[in-house]
């Protein structure tokens, strides 16, 4: 199974925005074709969930209800890699939050990296 590496995390204030980044080594933008890109995350006691998912190949993106309207996920074709603009951060968005090759259930996969941190103040 493909791991991709998450980076971007970090504290901020609730209001405040993040920009995480997830790519490989190796991966250039023609890679992703062939894999949609999600965004899982998993809060202290919680179960991971899917926050975000973008096929390549149709441009699709899914959003959490929970994330609608304030988490963007998009192609990074510069840098090689599909980034997740977070704004407008809550307190219930502090989780690790992960990325996969993978848009099905968090449940149904098992490659997943450390994930990058996300921490919100309120």
């Known amino acids: 199974e493909v791991q991709l590496v998450e980076s971007g995390g970090g504290l901020v204030q609730a209001g405040g925005s993040l920009r995480l980044s997830c790519g490989a080594p190796?991966?250039?933008?023609?890679?992703?074709?062939?894999?949609?890109v999600g965004w899982f995350r998993q809060a202290p006691g919680k179960e991971r969930e899917k926050v975000s998912c973008?096929?390549?190949?149709?441009?699709?993106?899914y959003y959490a209800e929970s994330v609608k309207g304030r988490f963007t996920t998009a192609f990074d074709n510069a840098k090689n890699s599909v980034y997740l603009q977070m704004n407008n951060l809550k307190p219930e968005d502090a989780a690790v939050y992960y990325c996969?090759?993978?848009?099905?259930?968090?449940?149904?996969?098992?490659?997943w990296g450390q994930g990058t941190q996300v921490t919100v103040s309120s």
């Open positions: 996969a090759p993978y848009c099905g259930d968090a449940n149904g996969w098992g490659a």
């Open positions: 190796g991966f250039t933008s023609d890679t992703y074709y062939d894999y949609p």
């Open positions: 973008i096929i390549s190949s149709s441009l699709q993106t």
